[in-house]
């Protein structure tokens, strides 16, 4: 693509005020970041800074993906659902897809607030669509949007799908994409309002997933907050049906905001994040801490230790459910549970002592909705969980795709099941390590910005596939695994493991919608002092390889 010329042609054809206040006097490395190429377009969709240009989020962007993928519905009435989170022009970015599609012939079924991502998936099966969008960029920063496509199964779009809509993208100019009002959109039948109408019904299947309601602490205290996002709403409503009667919201981060002005970024990763939950919990001797990112598939959890509070990560709440759901409840014949394989290996030996198998996919929940069906396909209904380390649970398996509604709900539910034994989460999480280990994971970002930030990715994973260490952190590789053209029986990615002595691994893999390289770890030690100086060795042999 050529930069200046499409620059341009921006300017000559833009209507958005904004907009073409926002391209005046841009310098020509600007120019060349914003309009050399379009955002990327692949299994998660889009997500870019919000702007002017190819590569920014903005309606044009969304227009044109939005007549792409219409292109690839084949019935057109079973429709598409559409929702969105509480960032800058998520709404309108909404109202705008639903107009393309509207245009195309396609049915639009659209929610008549912000929702959460998994009600989209929930809601696509329940009204069995063809396919849904949800305007978000998860806990992105607040100058990021984005837009995640599903497919009828309710999950994200596969490889295969998001090639087929990115084809169908490629020939189409964003200033001439067909768009109709709203009036002619309702009059013509091609735009339903959702709301109640699968807000009741997905409340209910979120309260159907407990394994069980006796004997629980119903006094549990719990501070909440959707740090301004979607949750808020939804999460309450399902803690209150529950039977919930101490639930504190953080009134600071209650209301839908896009600018997020008391976080640094909407991450439930980042215990930054809690700074006001924390408050609001010593102020009212809360037990636990909950947290939800703004389009709430996400959910961070802090717990009272000997009177403090301590962040839980993703991979110990998913350990933590996984084994608390496999004591609650005799699991099926067949029984499983999905994780993927940049997930803590502790899940494993979970899986080994009950009995169950534990399956390991590439990263991004898709996957593990693909399981999930083809289990089902193959008659085995035994899915107990799926997660991944990065805060993303489900149970239940109707709906396709992360969900911190359910996960919200599972936790406190497993918490007032310790409370009514004396326990707190982190005791429990202590009882699991006794039991199976200590298992210390992390993660290393390293960001590659710019115009050269893919060559520069690219290269790096070139160099570590041509120089594999001999030891990372003191500890023997034994074995190499790469993905780029398919391994263990997955697809492939272009990630690479590597496995070392005594269970510990590392995992490098470019970021799918960021600008980086991401790498994972995990190690095992026989107490917590032990596991920790294997990870800070792990730690510093790592980013010594990645040149940090």
Known sequence: MNACAEYKRWLENVDDDALLKEMQNLSDTEIDDRFGAYLAFGTGGLRGVLGAGTNRMNKYVVRRA?????????????????????????????????????????????????RPTP???????YLHAAAGVVITASHNPKEYNGYKAYGADGGQLPPEAADRALAAMEGIDPFAVPVLSEAQAREAGLLVTLGEDIDKPYIEHVLSLRPSTRGLCRDLRIVYTPLHGSGNKPVRRALKEAGFTNVFVVKEQELPDGNFPT????????????????????????????????????????????????????????????????????????????????????????????????YNVLTGFK?????????????????VLGFEESYGYLTGGYVRDKDAVIASTLICEMAAQYKSEGKTLADALEALFQKYGYYKEGTINVMMKGADGLRLRNEKMNSLRA???????????????????????????????????????LCVRPSGTEPKLKLYFGVRGSTAEEA?????????????????
């Not at 219409?70 to 929702?83: D, S």
């Open 467 to 505: 120089n594999a260490p001999a030891a990372i952190g003191g500890l023997r590789v034994e074995n190499v695994v790469d993905y780029k053209n398919g391994a263990r029986g997955l697809p492939p990615s272009n990630v690479l493991l590597y496995e070392m002595e005594d269970g510990a691994w």
């Open 119 to 125: 009600m989209v998936s929930f809601a696509i099966r």
């Open 367 to 383: 996957f593990i909705g693909e399981t999930i069906q083809k289990k089902l396909d193959e008659g085995n209904d035994g899915f």
């Open 263 to 358: 976080v640094r970024t909407p991450n439930p990763e980042d215990p930054n994040a809690f700074a006001c939950a924390i408050r609001l919990g010593d102020e009212t001797g809360a037990d636990l801490l909950v947290a939800t990112d703004p389009d709430c598939d996400r959910v961070g959890v802090m717990a009272r230790r000997n009177g403090k509070w301590q962040a839980l990560t993703g991979n110990q709440v998913g350990c933590l459910l996984l084994e608390y759901l496999l004591n609650a409840k005799t699991p099926k014949p067949g029984a499983y549970a999905v994780k993927t394989i940049v997930t803590t290996r502790m899940a494993d030996a979970i899986g080994k002592a009950h009995g169950i198998d534990v």
């Open 66 to 114: 939005s007549l792409g993928i219409a292109h690839t519905i084949e019935n057109k009435q079973a429709g598409v659902v559409i929702g969105h989170d509480s960032r800058i022009c998520s709404r309108e970015f909404a109202v705008e897809a639903a107009l393309v599609y509207a245009a195309a012939g396609v049915k639009v079924y659209l929610f008549d607030a912000l």
């Open 532 to 548: 920790q100086a294997l990870a800070d060795g792990m730690m510093q042999d790592a980013q010594k390889i990645m040149g940090e």
